[in-house]
């Protein structure tokens, strides 16, 4: 059962324009999701979060939308440059669900965008 | 670098072979993860390490051992794998009770 799922594979872009990469999630536990881009022969790294307490965050050109009630995430982007071009993975935690006290986090399978000159 | 630092960077093992994957972090993390990557799919977490005790164990076959001596350090020891473990084996660090990840930049396996 894949509790975070991003249903577009792919996701092909005109530079300057707006980047819109989504996340659906099922565990109504999940309080706080993040996410994070990866280059080619490169982890992870972290690009913006949310909490669910919050419906949008904003760093620069990267936006996250938060929808609690369609759990429901989705990151934007704009304007999209070339370097933007990555893998995109959405991920979630259940940070107040208790019991652990570490990060555990769950991950989509990831978006491949690219963002044509 | 991110603070996370995986060695080898690449992999090719037979079957038959026993290798280790390192991971070191310095950024006073207390929680270390392992994650597979296999192509198309989520990144799957493996194991978890909090301050040094292993937390969870998603169900892995025990070819893969885990080790964590301390803090800073943490091991996946492979013995008899198979060709369907060939992925990209991602080490990440938490701070225990911190949220978000730093990922090293992985190990690419490949069991021929």
């Known amino acids: 059962d894949q509790q975070v799922k991003q249903n577009s594979p792919s996701l092909s872009v005109q530079e300057g324009r707006i980047s819109i990469l989504n996340c659906d999630y099922t565990?109504?536990?999940?309080?706080?999701f993040l996410w994070y881009k990866k280059y080619p022969a490169e982890g992870p790294t972290f690009l913006i979060s949310i909490s669910s307490i919050k419906d949008k965050n904003e760093d620069g050109r990267f936006t996250v939308f938060l929808n609690k009630s369609a759990k429901h995430l989705s990151l934007h982007i704009v304007p999209s440059q070339p370097g933007d071009s990555a893998v995109y993975f959405c991920?979630?935690?259940?940070?107040?669900?208790?019991?652990?006290?570490?990060?555990?986090?769950?991950f989509g399978q990831g978006t491949i965008l690219t963002v044509h000159p | 670098e991110t603070g996370v630092t995986q060695t080898p960077r690449h992999l090719v093992m037979g079957m038959t072979n026993k290798k280790s994957l390192k991971c070191e972090q310095h950024l006073g993390h207390n929680a270390m993860y392992w994650y597979k990557q296999s192509a198309k799919k989520p990144l799957e977490l493996m194991f978890v390490y909090s301050l040094e005790e292993r937390v969870e164990n998603n169900s892995v076959p025990s070819r893969f051992s885990p080790e964590c001596p301390n803090s800073s350090h943490l091991f996946l020891h492979l013995h008899t794998l198979q060709p369907e473990d060939s992925a990209l084996y991602l080490c990440?660090?938490?701070?225990?009770?911190?949220?978000?990840?730093?990922f090293g930049s992985g190990t690419r396996l490949t069991v021929v």
């Open positions: 565990n109504s536990m999940f309080d706080y």
């Open positions: 991920a979630a935690s259940a940070w107040n669900a208790g019991g652990t006290s570490y990060g555990k986090l769950t």
């Open positions: 990440a660090s938490s701070p225990n009770g911190g949220r978000g990840y730093t």
